[in-house]
Nanobody, 127 residues
Framework: QVQLVESGGGLVQAGGSLKLSCAASGSTFGNYAMGWFRQAPGKEREFVAGISRNGGSTKYGDSVKGRFTISRDNTKNTVDLQMNSLEPEDTAVYYC????????????????????WGQGTQVTVSS
């Protein structure tokens, strides 16, 4: 079992940057694949970025490639999402997600693959 708490959301102008953080409670954080998703009003939950249990592999959604970077620190039980060159289309509630993968260094990219979710943090990008 793991509990996830996101932080770092807020209001930013287009072209600006924000860094989201997700803090995980519980042990064996290093066994968990982690991901970031977002959901705008009236839209499906969208994959943003994912990282394998040991940080060796990452994947990104097409709309954020080259602008967002996911990273993790297994000593601090945290996963971050650095968001640069933000656009109004990035406005959404951002969610952190986790799944215990044991020793498998796999990146997960769909919501149904994840077992645990945070409460979300709002990101608003003004034009």
């Amino acid at each position: 079992q793991v509990q996830l708490v996101e932080s770092g959301g807020g209001l930013v102008q287009a072209g600006g940057s924000l860094k989201l953080s997700c803090a995980a409670s519980g042990s064996t954080f290093g066994n968990y694949a982690m991901g970031w998703f977002r959901q705008a009003p009236g839209k499906e939950r969208e994959f943003v970025a994912g990282i394998s249990r040991n940080g060796g592999s990452t994947k990104y959604g097409d709309s954020v490639k080259g602008r967002f970077t996911i990273s993790r620190d297994n000593t601090k039980n945290t996963v971050d999402l650095q968001m640069n060159s933000l656009e109004p289309e990035d406005t959404a509630v951002y969610y952190c997600a986790a799944r215990n993968m044991g020793l498998l260094p796999i990146v997960l990219t769909t919501p149904s693959q994840y077992s645990y979710w945070g409460q979300g943090t709002q990101v608003t990008v003004s034009s």
